[in-house]
């Protein structure tokens, strides 16, 4: 196995996870509270599950958000 180009793949996925992943909540953290739907919440929960298939892996994380 190489370490070296499994790290880089890693980092590259988590990247794009990251980034994505922001886009998203940001964006609906924005129009929950244009439509109301966030109205006095100071937090939203979010949760992550991450899968590997092949080697029947399901890892969930889960988090409270600021948003107020």
Same mark, same amino acid.
């Given at each position: $196995? %190489?370490? %070296?180009? !499994?790290? $880089?793949?890693? =980092? /590259?996925? !988590? /990247? #794009?996870? *990251?980034? +994505?992943?922001?886009?998203? @909540?940001?964006?609906?953290?924005? #129009? *929950?509270? &244009?439509?109301? =739907?966030?109205e006095? /919440?100071? /937090?939203?929960? &979010?949760?992550? +599950?991450?899968? !590997?298939?092949? !080697?029947? @892996?399901?890892?969930?994380?889960? &988090? %409270?958000? &600021?948003? *107020?």
């Amino acid at each position: $196995m %190489d370490e %070296d180009a !499994l790290n $880089m793949s890693v =980092r /590259k996925f !988590l /990247k #794009e996870v *990251g980034v +994505t992943s922001q886009r998203v @909540i940001e964006q609906a953290v924005r #129009e *929950g509270v &244009a439509d109301g =739907r966030l109205e006095g /919440k100071k /937090k939203v929960k &979010a949760r992550v +599950t991450l899968t !590997l298939d092949e !080697l029947d @892996i399901a890892h969930t994380v889960d &988090a %409270d958000i &600021a948003c *107020g």
